[in-house]
């Protein structure tokens, strides 16, 4: 984790689909590989040198937070229709976090770094994963 991690501009992302943080591991690996993996979404972050100077994507993953991606480049990439959108090119670490419950948006957000949860310690992020809705009652009364 960066030294600024906590002073860094990161991107908040609805983790469409996935029920799990193995389900976007597994979607990931299935897609990318062992290279980078690659978000792309319609809106370009107007505050794109922020987000690259340390930011991570934070998945939001059925309603809470539990994972994180370094930010590692931003590519203009353009679709079939001609519109050009932005690729968020991550790191293939997934990180898993502390569980913090977040109420659905459209779209991504910026997210400071002083809002952003903990990252897992390496021994806890190997362990099973506790069922998600306990870990949101955790986090709800304060023992995430």
């Known amino acids: 984790m960066p030294e600024n991690h906590t002073e860094a501009l990161h991107i908040l992302k609805l983790c469409v689909g ?18 980078s993996a690659v978000h792309v979404t319609r809106m370009w972050p107007k505050r794109a040198d922020e987000v690259l100077a340390g930011g991570s994507l934070y998945w939001v993953i059925k309603g809470v937070i539990l994972a994180r991606q370094q930010i590692l480049d931003l590519q203009p990439v353009t679709g079939a229709d001609g519109v050009t959108r932005c690729a968020f090119v991550l790191d293939k670490n997934v990180i898993r976090t502390e569980a913090v419950p977040r109420r659905p948006f459209q779209g991504w957000r910026y997210f400071p770094g002083t809002d952003a949860p903990q990252d897992l310690r390496t021994s806890t992020a190997r362990e099973e994963p506790l069922p998600r809705e306990l870990q949101t009652m955790l986090s709800e009364i304060g023992l995430r």
Request: hydrophobic share 45%.
């Open 18 to 35: 996935a029920e799990s943080v193995e389900d976007l591991i597994n979607w990931q690996k299935a897609h990318f590989g062992a290279g």
